[in-house]
């Protein structure tokens, strides 16, 4: 079905800093812009880290990801890739 070669990969965020939803809103459209980011799930976790799911089919550096959060306003405190 997918003649696609590029295999979707997930990359885990921790954040701090996130308080409500419009902390979620604000993630979610920073990273969305990045170039290759297909889907960003947030779990809030208010006052602690929340846990950011990137879904991507591109190779993101750590620095992307972590301009994109601090332009959000918040910390990226870890990245966990899954390959």
Known sequence: ENM??????TIELSVDG????????????ELGE?????NVDVILNSGATSKVTVLTDTPLD?????????????????????F
């Open 18 to 29: 996130m308080t409500c939803g419009h902390c979620v809103m604000s993630v979610k459209e």
């Open 4 to 9: 696609s070669t590029e295999i979707d990969r």
């Open 34 to 38: 990045i170039p290759g980011v297909k």
């Open 62 to 82: 750590d620095a992307a990801l972590s301009d994109a959060v601090s332009e959000a306003g918040f910390t990226l405190t870890g990245i966990s890739r899954d």
